[in-house]
């Protein structure tokens, strides 16, 4: 069987609070595009992985698609796989591609061995794995809070926009981009600013990595100003980092933006 996880964007990200367990409370919006690794999962004599494309950091036993296989093998005793990953979404980029991975190693599992695991289970597996993980079960936009595990419906549509993504090939971790977060109470509700048209955005939609981040990498400030010169509607780091994301009107050019050579990027529609 062969799927094709996909990555997602940011649509505001506030950090509120820190928790008594170590991680954060945050508000956000995840909404799903279409640049996308390709999974393939076949039977196997053993549990095998191997990935071409981008290098994944870490030995093969230790990606997030074995802690899949290895949630769902110790609760439904399946049999084993041999999971292959071309890695096409990049690393460290805000992107999700890693949780994305995970989550689809799940359904394809899932799917395979007939398990008929719900969707509430499903999501349960995924928050196991890390706290992106569980929206890509159903792979839907929504409001997020909590840790990034509760998700309620939005109204916002942008299906008639153009988006491109640009990743300046620099990978932040997440001790990096929480290293400069004072976390507290946004004054504008995401839900709230969605509400506004989408031009006001760019005064009120924010991302609280985006200040330290861009303090230690000036070339991600710069790429986001360049998206706006060129006539992005709004435009903003995606998650912790390093990738930036412009929307468009549908009529846009993409031809008309000039794209560094070292630079990885996606572009379509919503």
């Not at 950091?57 to 949630?71: F, H, Q, S």
């Not at 840790?147 to 419906?153: A, S």
């Amino acid at each position: 069987m062969i799927s094709f996880p996909n990555a997602k964007v940011n649509l505001g990200l506030n950090i509120l609070s820190k928790r008594p367990d170590g991680y954060h409370n945050l508000s956000s919006c995840f909404y799903p595009v279409g640049w996308k690794d390709i999974l393939e999962i076949i039977p196997s004599n053993k549990l095998k992985f191997t990935s071409s494309g981008i290098a994944i950091p870490g030995g093969n036993m230790n990606n997030l698609c074995i802690r899949a296989y290895k949630l769902l093998h110790n609760n439904h005793q399946i049999p084993p796989v041999h999971i292959h990953l071309h890695k096409l979404i990049p690393i460290g980029a805000g992107l999700g591609g890693g949780s994305s991975d995970a989550a689809f190693t799940l359904k394809m599992l899932n799917s395979i061995f007939n398990l008929n695991i719900s969707i509430k289970l499903q999501q349960e597996y995924a928050a196991q794995i890390g706290s992106d993980c569980p929206f890509f079960i159903q792979n839907k936009h929504v409001l997020v809070s909590d840790t990034g595990i509760k998700f309620n419906p939005t109204k916002v549509d942008l299906s008639k926009r153009k988006i491109i993504i640009i990743h300046p090939n620099i990978h932040i971790s997440t001790k990096e981009a929480y290293s400069g977060i004072v976390p507290k109470e946004s004054t504008n509700s995401i839900h709230e600013i969605f509400m506004q048209p989408l031009v006001n955005w760019k005064s009120l939609l924010k991302n609280d990595f985006e200040k330290s981040v861009t303090l230690n990498h000036p070339e991600i400030a710069a790429i986001k100003k360049e998206l706006y010169d060129s006539g992005a509607l709004y435009a903003s780091m995606s998650g912790s980092g390093s990738s930036v994301f412009g929307l468009f009107k549908e009529d846009f050019d993409f031809s008309t933006l000039s794209i560094r050579p070292k630079y990885s990027s996606w572009r379509g529609t919503l």
